[in-house]
């Protein structure tokens, strides 16, 4: 599989067990989950959505964009 095209195209993810799929990876990690949801805000994937469903998705945005991986 092709690894640098502009449209993703399935590949193989973790094992060769599972069917392909097609993945996404974020170009900066800075703020990522965090700007992930502002985009998809805006782009009215929650229009509807209650006040509590905005604040428990930014504080999950604002805890991943903290992590800090673990080896």
């Known amino acids: 599989f092709q690894t640098n095209l502009i449209m993703p195209e399935p590949t193989i993810f ?3 067990k599972f069917p392909v799929c097609s993945i996404i990876r974020p170009t900066e990690t ?3 989950a965090m700007g992930a949801l502002k ?3 805006a782009d009215g994937l929650f229009i509807g959505q209650s006040q509590e469903f905005f604040a ?3 504080e ?3 805890q991943a964009d903290a992590a800090q991986r673990g080896v």
Request: without cysteine; charged residues 15%; hydrophobic residues 60%.
């Open 60 to 62: 999950l945005a604002k």
């Open 39 to 41: 985009a998809l805000t």
């Open 14 to 16: 973790l094992s060769r």
């Open 30 to 32: 800075v703020g990522a």
């Open 56 to 58: 428990v998705l930014t």
